[in-house]
Structures are given as structure tokens and as C-alpha cells.
């Protein structure tokens, strides 16, 4: 396994609408195995292949919280939300490629969600609190959104600005 770098926004790669996946192949295996050691490293509890630069509808998130539970490492192939409730919830999102900018973002309590898993196989749940909050999250990323843009737009400037002085910074280190 390997660490990928993370793109940092902004960058067209961020907004792009991702492929769908075709076959569960030896490489996008490894690409998955890669994405988690990336989020944990980073740490983060949800990466979406675009991020790392590959245009594919893959995700990865593991949002347990709890002190001591062990870790629920999950990988998504070609996810897609059937159903979302009524009942909002808002939270108080970051990214990894927006580091260290938060905004609260709305959006379904729940969501049903299906998608392929690393078998093959075609899977199906409910998320509620956290985890439902983070999948939309990702799921935006392979549709090439990002948090920021459910922010006001003098907001999502400003931060846009801090990140692009962020970039030229690490670009001269
Ligand atoms: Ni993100």
C-alpha cells in the first residue's frame, strides 16, 4: 500500500463528473487499499477517487467515532442514493482537499444508498447522522462538488483564496 497525494482545491480534476467504474480489477483494488491508508493518515473519514487525481466513482470512508470501537473501513463502487428523508441535518463539514476549513453544510438526515462493493457484489444500506452526512459528501466529489459550493458565495471566495495561497506556499517549500 502507498499514500496518494491529495489535490488540493482548487483544481479542475475537483469539479470534474467522475466515470463509472467498469470491473472490480487488481488495480482499482490497490487504488482502494491506497485511498484508506490516505484517510487515515491524513486523517480524514472520507476520500473520493477524484482526489487523488483518478476520475473514477470510487469512495472510501470509515466514520466510527467512538473511543475504542473498532475501525468499519468501507469502499464504494459506483455508489447511487435511492432515497433520501425529508428531515434535514446540518454539520459542520471540512475536506481533505480544503484543509482546515469548515463550513455547515444541509442536508438529508438519511439516505438509502446501494453500490458494488470489492467482491463484486452489489450492496444496499440506510445511513443516518455522521456517515449519512460524509456518503452525500462523497458522493458530490465523483459529480465534481464540493462542500464549499453550498456556502455563500463571498464565503467559498474567500476560502478559495486562503487555498490558492495555501498551494503557492507549498509550491516554494
Ligand atoms: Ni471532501
Given at each position: 500500500m502507498a499514500l496518494r497525494d491529495i489535490l488540493i482545491h482548487p483544481d479542475p480534476r475537483l469539479k470534474k463528473v467522475a466515470d463509472p467504474v467498469a470491473d472490480v480489477s487488481t488495480e482499482l483494488r490497490r487504488l482502494a487499499d491506497d485511498m484508506l491508508e490516505t484517510m487515515y493518515d491524513a486523517p480524514g473519514i472520507g476520500l473520493a477517487a477524484p482526489q487523488v487525481g483518478i476520475p473514477s466513482r470510487l469512495l472510501v470512508m470509515d466514520c466510527v467515532k467512538e473511543e475504542g470501537a473498532p475501525p468499519r473501513p468501507m469502499v464504494l463502487i459506483?455508489?447511487?442514493?435511492?432515497w433520501s428523508s425529508e428531515a434535514l441535518n446540518t454539520y459542520e463539514e471540512g475536506c481533505l482537499s480544503i484543509p482546515e476549513q469548515y463550513g455547515d453544510v444541509e442536508r438529508p438526515a438519511e439516505v438509502q444508498v446501494t453500490w458494488t462493493d470489492l467482491d463484486g457484489e452489489r450492496q444496499e444500506e440506510q445511513f443516518s447522522g455522521l456517515w449519512a452526512t460524509c456518503v452525500q459528501h462523497e458522493i458530490d466529489h465523483l459529480n465534481g462538488k464540493l462542500f464549499i459550493d453550498y456556502l455563500k458565495p463571498l464565503r467559498r471566495q474567500m476560502i478559495t483564496r486562503k487555498m490558492m495561497k495555501l498551494k503557492r506556499e507549498r509550491a516554494r517549500a
Open positions: 459506483n455508489p447511487e442514493i435511492t
